[in-house]
Structure formats: structure tokens, C-alpha cells
């Protein structure tokens, strides 16, 4: 079985990947910095350069796949602390 994979750099999908690769499993890994994902390459994970905020990047290595993990995770960090609104 085939899997695409976000957030396979992260704690969650390092380990979901290590699974599937241990059980058998091809995966492709969408991630924005191949170059940084060498212990994942190393697994036999497929890496394609990709961003989750662009669904350009993730069409074609999605094609196909039996099932998809999404992990990544998109956050912020506030800067400013905003006094709470009162109702």
C-alpha cells in the first residue's frame, strides 16, 4: 500500500513514517526542505518538495496513494500580548 505523508519531519510523523516503512508500507513525504529530511530518505520514505499552504505542490505525489496522513501542523506565534475583550 501506498501513504503521502505531511509533517514527516515533526515528532507525530517521524514516527508515522518509521511505522509504515517498517511494516511494508511505500511512502511519500511532502516536505519543504528535502535537503533537511535525510534521516526520512534513509527509511526509504520518497521525499517531494512541498508546502502544505500550496495544494499545487501536493497534487501530483498525493496521485495515487491508497491513503493520506496529514500531520503537519501550521501555527503562529503571537507577538503581542492583546488585552482581553470584554463581552
Not at 80 to 85: I, K, L, N
Request: proline share 6%.
Amino acid at each position: 500500500m501506498k501513504y503521502f505523508l505531511t509533517g514527516a519531519t515533526g515528532f507525530v510523523g517521524s514516527h508515522i513514517a518509521r511505522y509504515l516503512r517498517e511494516t511494508g508500507r511505500e511512502v511519500t513525504a511532502c516536505v519543504r526542505t528535502p535537503s533537511r529530511a535525510e534521516s526520512l530518505k534513509q527509511l526509504g520514505v520518497r521525499l517531494e518538495p512541498g508546502d502544505m499552504t500550496d495544494n499545487e505542490s501536493m497534487r501530483a505525489p498525493m496521485t495515487g496513494v491508497d491513503g493520506v496522513f496529514h500531520v503537519a501542523g501550521w501555527y503562529k506565534m503571537a507577538t503581542v500580548m492583546r488585552p482581553r475583550q470584554q463581552p
